[in-house]
């Protein structure tokens, strides 16, 4: 993923807002990415522009080496967003072969699929089970089921453990850890958590108040195996300072 000074302005009934300003980034294969910034900075603008679902109105994006609009068409993605958004009418299994649904995956291989991303995501046994059956911690993690399940290589995730209490957000940034090793996948991570974004990535872009620029992008030396103990280290507490400068440097929380 490749962003050259990228720029939107949105349009609005009240003027123009300038939600990104000038955003230089690149992202290799394989990274775990985390955006963090004050609220309206534009992370989950940015993450939209690169899923297509907004239109930059200057610089240049591309995605695996494609345009936005084409990496959609070729299933570059998942998207996983803050709420579950499960349908409450369909299974957990149904649910996450809804994508495979639209997209015309052959029924033949729905069956693999949906056990193998339960699996990823330590729900095996829980496909005919219906959303409300499943804790919210559960239900985020069938919604990452669903974005898993057309094997997309970049996961786009816009701040899916806010709404979760922290002990069950500890557990899912284990677990996604874990799955983001097995998988080898892309990951792009909107949080408002330090802790969160230095335990996850592997670069954490720190972005100021809106207009939304780039301050800081802190290539984490964290080992790839993370107790979550490691939170407790020198090294962990120096990238998280380091995090908290760009925060404030950019009057993000003062
Ligand atoms: N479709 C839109 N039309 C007009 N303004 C928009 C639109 N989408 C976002 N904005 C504005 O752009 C700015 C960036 O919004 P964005 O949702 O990207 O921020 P964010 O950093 O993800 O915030 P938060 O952390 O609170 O979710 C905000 O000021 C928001 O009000």
Request: glycine content about 10%.
């Amino acid at each position: 993923m490749q962003a050259r000074g990228l720029d939107l302005t949105f349009r609005t009934a009240d003027g123009p807002v300038h939600a990104l300003k000038d955003v230089n980034l690149s992202v290799q294969r394989g990274d775990f990415v985390s955006f963090i910034g004050p609220s309206g900075c534009g992370k989950t603008t940015f993450l939209r522009v690169v899923a297509d679902l907004e239109q930059p109105t200057g610089g240049e994006i591309t995605v695996n080496g494609m345009s936005p609009a084409e990496a959609r068409r070729a299933r570059a993605y998942g998207y996983v967003f803050q709420a579950a958004g499960l349908y409450p009418w369909r299974t957990i299994g149904g649910n996450i072969r809804l994508p495979l649904e639209i997209m015309g995956i052959p029924r033949a291989e729905h069956a693999a699929r949906v056990a193998r991303v339960l699996e990823l995501v330590e729900l095996t046994g829980f496909e005919k089970k219906f959303p409300w059956q499943l804790s919210g911690g559960m239900q985020q993690r069938a919604s990452i089921a669903r974005a898993l399940s057309f094997d997309a290589d970049i996961l786009l995730m816009d701040e899916p453990f806010g709404a979760l209490d922290e002990i069950v957000r500890d557990k899912l940034n284990e677990e996604l850890l874990g799955l983001w090793r097995r998988t080898g996948k892309t990951i792009g991570f909107v949080t408002h958590s330090i802790p969160e974004a230095v335990y996850l990535s592997t670069r954490i872009v720190v972005m100021s108040p809106r207009p939304g620029r780039i301050i800081d992008v802190i290539e984490s030396d964290l080992p790839a195996e993370r107790p979550l103990d490691i939170r407790e280290s020198p090294e962990f507490l120096a990238l998280a300072r380091r995090v908290r400068d760009g925060l404030r440097a950019g009057h993000g929380y003062d």
